[in-house]
């Protein structure tokens, strides 16, 4: 497939060292240096460690930022970087004077323009004032009330076809926007530097390539994806993702954040939006807490949806959307076992899919959850008895489920570990950067444990298929959902060194 490529751009929000600026990829073009958060860096010393571009940046509180001194003292800030820096950051409120442009030239100057996600009519028009002043590229970042407002800065891309322009929505709601808009011509990508906190739904550059393929910008023809309210923890990304490569399949797999399942739905799907653009949504994998919603808005269901009155997964079919489940899928590792006696914990879409399959393998079931009120849901759903979790104890059970993300964060254990034995198999769905209490527990009584990633590779690759029509590569392994082989910056120290104005570090080679 013919590709082409964006520029990408790493952040640096803390004070930095030589040893993290060599980490950094040969793919990435730029440095973004936000000196309003670490302070001035000499262009100098960066080229002594990096040969791509350099892009200085002093924001103000209006723009997100944390300058908070004399505009004297920024405009002096702005013109001494431009002298050094290749590109500088001007705020389009407040930097389009004539000190700032008589002394930055156009070729040096990034203009970023923020606001609502107004109609594309709306955004046209703004870009209209912004491109007045001259400038190497233009930016334009909207703030997201909903999942759905990133698709105007794209049909802005789409309607501008301008390869001097950025345009996403910020935040959690919009990575997906920002993910996209290379397809669309944006020829700058943003990721920080370090691993951030990925709740906030910032990626770092580290990810952009590894999860998405970045900088290569390959063919797109379709879009797959994932919906729910915590996501960004989630490896399916780089999973579906690099199968897609591998099979040379034009699609690619986005994190949808969203609150509501409704309107993502309304907003994303009925809407047609995507349709129109040349990118249809072909797929979802559906996450916590949509699993119960999808069910309703699915055209038809499997007979595992409508047993378990949950699905995990979307295909679309002929304008139809299909309703799978692939949580069955957990206990794949142990059908030479069958049956069993089992207790599956957590009554929640996932644990009334995986009790539902082991019921069909004739295995005694039993029901675990702490509300009483879902507990008992499940318990009518199924015919399956349900013990509250404050009287259930493990012993006399072959196979333990944990079915809910007790454990994810490193939070405790979903059970009274003392009452379980030896001999119990565990198979725990949560998973977190670190093996789970649960798991390591087990594991330390010389127990046997399927861990979260065993499992959701397994899922993962049910899903591909089920959205695809296509076989997950046998190279997709657990070491590739855990990251293994990623290139990570090392949090090496940095030497900042108090000089001039406070925020002003010098740093040591």
């Not at 001035?40 to 924001?59: E, K, M, V």
């Not at 590229?137 to 909903?146: F, G, K, N, R, T």
């Not at 951030?196 to 900088?215: H, M, V």
């Not at 979790?389 to 059970?397: I, K, V």
Request: with cysteine.
């Amino acid at each position: 497939m013919v590709t082409h490529a964006v520029d990408l751009v790493s952040v640096v929000t803390t004070p930095v060292s030589a040893a993290e600026i060599h980490y950094v990829p040969a793919s990435v073009s730029w440095l973004q240096i936000r000196s309003d958060l670490i302070g001035d860096i000499p262009a100098d010393w960066l080229r002594s460690h990096f040969s791509g571009h350099l892009l200085y940046t002093l924001r103000t509180h209006l723009s997100g930022g944390r300058f908070d001194r004399s505009n004297e003292e920024r405009q002096q800030r702005l013109i001494t970087a431009a002298s050094s820096y290749d590109l500088v950051e001007l705020e389009a409120e407040s930097d389009l004077c004539s000190e700032l442009l008589d002394a930055i030239p156009p070729g040096k100057r990034m203009l970023v323009w923020r606001g609502p996600a107004a109609s594309v009519e709306s955004l046209e028009s703004q870009f209209r004032r912004l491109s007045q002043c001259p400038a190497r590229y233009y930016c334009m970042i909207l703030s997201a009330a909903d999942t759905s407002d990133g698709l105007r800065p794209l049909s802005l891309l789409k309607s501008l076809s301008r390869p001097d322009v950025v345009a996403f929505c910020g935040g959690p709601l919009g990575l997906w926007s920002q993910l996209l808009s290379p397809h669309f011509g944006a020829p700058l990508l943003f990721g920080q530097l370090h691993d951030p906190a990925r709740k906030n739904g910032e990626l770092s550059t580290q990810q952009l390539i590894a999860d998405y393929g970045f900088p290569s910008v390959r063919p797109l023809e379709r879009l797959y994806g994932m919906v729910g309210t915590r996501i960004f923890q989630s490896p399916s990304p780089r999973l579906h993702n690099s199968a897609c490569r591998m099979l040379d399949h034009p699609a690619l797999f986005l994190p949808f954040h969203s609150e509501s399942f409704d309107r993502f739905w309304n907003g994303m799907v009925r809407s047609g939006v995507l349709d129109d653009l040349g990118i249809p949504l072909q797929g979802l994998v559906i996450v916590s807490p949509f699993k119960e919603a999808a069910v309703m808005v699915a055209d038809s269901s499997s007979s595992r949806v409508l047993k378990a009155g949950s699905s995990n997964v979307f295909a679309r079919s002929g304008g139809r959307w299909e309703a799978e489940t692939t949580d069955p899928e957990s206990i794949a590792a142990i059908r030479q076992l069958y049956p069993v006696k089992a207790a599956v914990i957590g009554c929640g879409g996932a644990g009334r899919a995986i009790a539902a399959a082991l019921q069909q393998t004739g295995s005694e079931v039993t029901l675990v959850n702490r509300g009483l009120q879902r507990g008992k849901y499940a318990m009518q759903l199924l015919d399956l008895p349900f013990v509250p979790l404050s009287e259930f104890r493990a012993n006399g059970f072959d196979v333990i489920v944990n079915a809910t993300p007790v454990g994810k964060d490193n939070d405790g254990f979903p059970c009274v570990m003392d009452s379980m034995e030896a001999q119990t198999l565990v198979i725990d769905l949560a998973y977190g950067s670190q093996p789970t209490p649960l798991v390591s527990a087990v594991i330390a009584r010389g127990g046997t444990a399927i861990d979260g990633y065993d499992v959701l590779l397994t899922q993962v690759r049910k899903q591909f298929y089920v959205m695809t029509g296509l076989e997950m590569p046998a190279e997709i392994s657990r070491e590739m959902v855990l990251g293994i082989g990623r290139n990570v910056v090392p949090q090496t120290k940095a030497f900042p060194v108090a000089q001039g104005a406070p925020e002003a570090y010098e740093y040591s080679a």
